[in-house]
């Protein structure tokens, strides 16, 4: 099983529950132009590899990781989503397997 906080270009409501990806490190992994923010209230959790993986778009190699978050980065996403996850606003979602 591994478990991901989705992406989404829907603006928050909230600020303190999503944090917005850095523009250079959307560059950096090959994402559009358009805001994204990792959402923290929401964990999915499935079986790994599953039926909705997908390649990298453009990949000749057919990987399907984008590459790694800057680590200052990563770290701002975790404690956030541990506060948010304390105040009991993170709910699970299994998805497909």
């Known amino acids: ?37 990792v959402v923290l209230t929401e964990l999915n959790y499935f079986q790994w590899p599953g039926p909705d993986l997908r390649t990298v778009p453009g990949d000749p190699l057919g990987e399907v990781a984008y590459g790694q978050l800057p680590t200052a980065f990563y770290e701002t996403i975790r404690t956030r989503w541990l506060a948010a996850y304390d105040a009991g606003k993170v709910t699970q979602v299994k998805r497909t397997s």
């Open 1 to 37: 099983m591994v478990t991901i906080l989705p992406v989404t270009h829907t603006p928050p409501s909230d600020t303190s529950l999503a944090v917005e990806i850095p523009h250079a490190t959307k560059v950096r992994l090959g994402l559009d132009d358009d805001r994204s923010w």
